[in-house]
């Protein structure tokens, strides 16, 4: 029996991608890989914390799902896509290298972008507007253990609601941050920062990520988008052909399913 060719790659003009966290044992590459081959775009952004240096001092896990995903965005670049790198946290030794480029990757600090409607949206990472990476960068490191051991028990519980044919996705991790009266208005506290940001520079939104808090919202007037992440929410932002803003998430490695479309 012949087995029917994939279908194309859609058409997209624009794709973020932001925490990865390419180097740990977290890290959901098949899920990303899956998506990557699902967009054919002319632009991919990369918005900090694509490889976890900070996880990598403890202890290096590199698979070969994680080194495809490098090589497929790295023969994106070749063939004409044009891939942005704004370091984040994690990742931010690669800072030093800021006006840049390693093998078609521009890296930059962050980035105006221009979308198809006409729109600008302000791209960074985030991590310069929590004050808790900034100014107490232990206590963001024991946070991030936290963080990772919720993924690996909401991984456990995932395993448990499929044996119970419970459908849908459904995140610990989410759930504490929503829940947890600090997490809510420290996220809210985070969110209100990076926008006054973008109205300041007379901007229409902005596109970040750092909190893995995947939305698109609109904050006093802008567009506020929040890629989220490759550890729990697998989640991304595709701007259309024709501009609009859409975040999507891959659920396994067999396809990607729409999450939200906002009104972007």
């Known amino acids: 029996m012949t087995l029917p060719d994939p279908p194309a790659p859609a058409r997209a003009r624009s794709l973020f991608l932001s925490d990865i966290h390419l ?3 977290a890290c959901r590459a098949g899920e990303l890989l899956t998506l990557l081959r699902d967009y054919d775009c002319e632009n991919i952004f990369l918005v900090g914390d694509i490889i976890d240096f900070w996880a990598m ?4 896990y590199w698979s070969q799902l994680q080194n495809t995903v490098v090589q497929k965005i790295l023969k994106k670049a070749r063939h004409g896509t044009r891939v942005y790198l704004i370091p984040g ?3 931010e030794a690669l800072r030093d290298y800021v006006g840049t480029a390693f093998g078609d990757i521009n890296l930059v600090r962050d ?3 221009k979308a198809a409607d006409g729109r600008r949206y302000l791209l960074v990472h985030g991590d310069e507007y929590d004050q808790v ?3 107490h960068r232990w206590v963001s490191i024991l946070g991030d253990i936290a ?6 028990v909401n991984r456990l519980l995932s395993l448990m609601r499929r044996k119970l044919g419970i459908s849908g996705h459904w995140s610990l991790a989410d759930y504490a941050k929503r829940n947890m009266l600090h997490a809510v208005s420290f996220i809210s506290n985070f969110e209100e920062s990076v926008v006054h940001t973008a109205k300041k520079h007379a901007l229409d939104g902005v596109i970040c990520g750092h909190i893995h808090t995947p939305v ?3 904050i006093d007037g802008l567009v506020y988008i929040n890629c989220g992440d490759w550890v729990d929410s697998c989640t991304a932002v595709v701007e259309h052909l024709d501009g609009r803003m859409e975040l999507v998430r891959s659920m396994h490695p067999t396809g990607a399913d729409a ?3 906002a009104a972007a």
């Open 89 to 91: 946290n994690h990742d």
């Open 259 to 261: 999450l939200h479309t």
């Open 57 to 60: 001092s403890r202890g290096i």
């Open 216 to 218: 698109i919202k609109q």
């Open 23 to 25: 180097g740990t044992r």
């Open 147 to 152: 963080y990772h051991w919720l993924v690996h």
């Open 133 to 135: 990476t900034t100014y």
């Open 111 to 113: 980035y105006v972008h």
